[in-house]
T-cell receptor, first 115, second 116 residues
Framework: GAGVSQSPSNKVTEKGKDVELRCDPISGHTALYWYRQSLGQGLEFLIYFQGNSAPDKSGLPSDRFSAERTGGSVSTLTIQRTQQEDSAVYLC?????????????FGSGTRLTVV | AQKITQTQPGMFVQEKEAVTLDCTYDTSDQSYGLFWYKQPSSGEMIFLIYQGSYDEQNATEGRYSLNFQKARKSANLVISASQLGDSAMYFCAMREAMDSSYKLIFGSGTRLLVRP
């Protein structure tokens, strides 16, 4: 696609429920990142996928968070047993080339509200 | 220790004036990249400007320039001739070559408000 697509754009869920957030990166981009942005805060790294390599999961805040990337393209971030502190905007980004000189393209994010 | 520090939570500037947004960073890597992103109220992250650690010239992109002072580990963003549409959150970020995932590390941001 032309840009990074995320769905849903908004999600309201009850505490304790599981949620799945989807990211469709730019076609051909091998690197994919998930970030979390709490209200009024900066972006917090969650997880990184690069091709068929093992993902860098060092930013996942707890074992309730997991992510997968199927076929090197679409990625799903799953949050199990959601808590109110999980409320945030979840941003996905993709990059064609990985290296210190290259930024990435962000999606518009999924705003998650846990009530 | 914070890798990226933005000490100005909020800034005001008069329309058509210049404004400097501060950013300091901390790394032991010799090769790294510094980025600035703009986040309007709509929420998308818009790339503004990039500076490489080995670049000797300060980066410029239209009205945006990056005041890179390597010895001081600072990478301040200068916006010239501010416009009302510049009102947004601005994030400084760094990518290190020694990080195998090349993830961007972000500061906490500065909210800029341009006054008419």
């Amino acid at each position: 696609g032309a840009g990074v697509s995320q769905s849903p754009s908004n999600k309201v869920t009850e505490k304790g429920k599981d949620v799945e957030l989807r990211c469709d990166p730019i076609s051909g981009h091998t690197a994919l990142y998930w970030y979390r942005q709490s209200l009024g805060q900066g972006l917090e790294f969650l997880i990184y996928f690069q091709g068929n390599s093992a993902p860098d999961k060092s930013g996942l805040p707890s074992d309730r968070f997991s992510a997968e990337r199927t076929g090197g393209s679409v990625s799903t971030l799953t949050i199990q047993r959601t808590q109110q502190e999980d409320s945030a905007v979840y941003l996905c980004a993709s990059s064609l080339v990985v290296g210190p000189a290259y930024g990435y393209t962000f999606g518009s994010g999924t705003r998650l509200t846990v009530v | 220790a914070q890798k990226i520090t933005q000490t100005q939570p909020g800034m005001f500037v008069q329309e058509k004036e210049a404004v400097t947004l501060d950013c300091t960073y901390d790394t032991s890597d010799q090769s790294y990249g510094l980025f600035w992103y703009k986040q309007p109220s709509s929420g998308e992250m818009i790339f503004l400007i990039y500076q490489g650690s080995y670049d000797e010239q300060n980066a410029t992109e239209g009205r945006y320039s990056l005041n890179f002072q390597k010895a001081r580990k600072s990478a301040n963003l200068v916006i010239s001739a501010s416009q009302l549409g510049d009102s947004a959150m601005y994030f400084c970020a760094m990518r290190e070559a020694m990080d195998s995932s090349y993830k961007l590390i972000f500061g906490s941001g500065t909210r800029l408000l341009v006054r008419p």
